[in-house]
């Protein structure tokens, strides 16, 4: 079993859509939690960074981290074409310098 | 863009040969972690290099080594390539002891 599982989609919207994409983790030691976005053959970028549970907002982008479930979420509303990439979850213990990565979700944005 | 640079951006090399990737970090940041990330897969941890020293090793063998320079660039070298050594190598400059890691494009290695 991974340590952390991510669906690996496709998943296709329209445009204007909220979308939700998910991770499920099994280390309940993780601490932080982060979303990275990649396009395609460019290097992941960070979107979003949560430490510990909790809500987090920006712009269109919300993150949630549930840890009892060890569950964490990351929400797109009015969704674009640009958003159209491959979302990478990641994590770290406390004290650690390694990222553990899921395996990513790619999104397409239909116009 | 992050500031983080990698070069090349791409290589092929053949089975049994060596390879040396470099990045240079973003103004700053004294820690640099590389990553290997294989088609469709998220990137997996090789090191990590603090004050020109390996900090902690993901689960990768001997063959796959680094360096750190007084600057702050690294490099990572690959003895004896493999087929599945083939992948996107990325490079991430974080200041120390922050979650946040900045990544690169990427190298993309094609070992034939």
């Known amino acids: 079993q991974k340590e952390v599982e991510q669906d690996p989609g496709p998943l296709s919207v329209p445009e204007g859509a909220i979308v939700s994409l998910n991770c499920t983790y099994s280390?309940?030691?993780?601490?932080?939690f982060m979303w990275y976005r990649q396009y395609s053959r460019k290097g992941p970028e960070l979107l979003m960074y949560?430490?510990?549970?909790g809500n987090k907002e920006d712009g269109r982008f919300t993150a949630q981290v549930d840890k009892s479930s060890k569950y964490i979420s990351l929400f797109i509303r009015d969704s674009q074409p640009s958003d159209s990439a491959t979302y990478l979850c990641?994590?770290?213990?406390?004290?650690?310098?390694?990222?553990?990565f899921g395996s990513g979700t790619r999104l397409l944005v239909r116009p | 863009e992050t500031g983080v640079t990698q070069s090349p951006t791409h290589l092929i090399k053949t089975r049994g040969q060596q390879v040396t990737l470099r990045c240079s970090s973003q103004?700053?940041?004294?820690?640099v972690s590389w990553y290997q990330q294989a088609l469709g897969q998220g990137p997996q941890f090789i090191f990590q290099?603090?004050?020109?020293?390996?900090?902690g090793r993901g689960n990768f063998p001997p063959r796959f080594s680094g360096l750190q320079f007084p600057n702050y660039s690294s490099e990572l070298n690959v003895n004896a390539l493999e087929l599945d050594d083939s992948a996107l190598y990325l490079c991430?400059?974080?200041?120390?002891?922050?979650?946040?890691?900045?990544f690169g494009a990427g190298t993309r290695l094609s070992v034939l």
């Open positions: 103004s700053g940041h004294n820690t």
């Open positions: 290099y603090y004050r020109e020293e390996e900090n």
């Open positions: 280390n309940s030691a993780f601490q932080y």
């Open positions: 990641a994590m770290r213990l406390e004290g650690s310098y390694k990222l553990i």
């Open positions: 991430a400059s974080s200041e120390t002891g922050s979650s946040i890691q900045y």
């Open positions: 949560t430490y510990s549970s």
